[in-house]
T-cell receptor, first 113, second 112 residues
Framework: SAVISQKPSRDICQRGTSLTIQCQVD?????MFWYRQQPGQSLTLIATANQGSEATYESGFVIDKFPISRPNLTFSTLTVSNMSPEDSSIYLC??????????FGSGTRLTVV | KQEVTQIPAALSVPEGENLVLNCSFT??????LQWFRQDPGKGLTSLLL?????REQTSGRLNASLDKSSGRSTLYIAASQPGDSATYLC???????????FGEGTQLTVNP
């Protein structure tokens, strides 16, 4: 199955700033996904990122706050913009492969102060 | 709307014990079901993927079963070890679309 390298693994950011999270996949994948996991909770899907088209956002998430890029079939970024303490979470990227299901990156632990 | 429930929410066992984690889902129109492990503050590690046409999958000390008709899956861990301590998540992959639905997880602690 694919291996996803996600970085940074953690960061502490000032409110009002932005952070870009990167995910690199070691093979080509059609669909990539971005999730948020708030403390003590399960994963919430932010958006689906397909190469060559705009990301599809879930209810409650907007492009201005979480812009996503997907320049090719092995790479995607998620930016958390104009951060507030409520954005403190673990952010995870994921890719789907037909015979392997879903693979996840190692996560980015974001703290906004 | 698919709902996934995991029981128990937390489990603490002595080392060496065999244990079963349960996952139930409300809509049997699934494509696959996948079990994951998550260590604190980390990403998800895939443990087992069960295709909808399969009844079970095995990997080492892990065995996962799937009963679509009753909307249930179980993850069996044999001879548990302290290193098995983590949160275990089951996720359902729908028959149409790609949106995973996760359970809330079972937090497992294996005591030496």
């Amino acid at each position: 199955s694919a291996v996803i390298s996600q970085k940074p693994s953690r960061d502490i950011c000032q409110r009002g700033t932005s952070l870009t999270i990167q995910c690199q996949v070691d093979s080509q994948v059609t669909m990539m996904f971005w999730y948020r996991q708030q403390p003590g909770q399960s994963l919430t899907l932010i958006a689906t990122a397909n190469q060559g088209s705009e990301a599809t956002y879930e209810s409650g998430f907007v492009i201005d706050k979480f812009p996503i890029s997907r320049p090719n079939l092995t790479f995607s970024t998620l930016t958390v913009s104009n951060m507030s303490p409520e954005d403190s979470s673990i952010y995870l990227c994921s890719a789907r492969q037909e015979n392997y299901g879903y693979t996840f990156g190692s996560g980015t632990r974001l703290t906004v102060v | 709307k698919q709902e996934v429930t995991q029981i128990p929410a937390a489990l603490s066992v002595p080392e060496g014990e065999n244990l079963v984690l349960n996952c139930s889902f409300t809509d049997s129109a699934i494509y696959n079901l996948q079990w994951f492990r998550q260590d604190p503050g980390k990403g998800l590690t895939s443990l087992l993927l069960i295709q909808s046409s399969q009844r079970e999958q095995t990997s080492g000390r892990l065995n996962a079963s799937l009963d679509k008709s009753s909307g249930r899956s179980t993850l069996y861990i044999a001879a548990s070890q302290p290193g098995d301590s983590a949160t275990y998540l089951c996720a359902v992959i729908p028959a149409s679309g790609s949106r995973l639905t996760f359970g809330e997880g079972t937090q497992l602690t294996v005591n030496p």
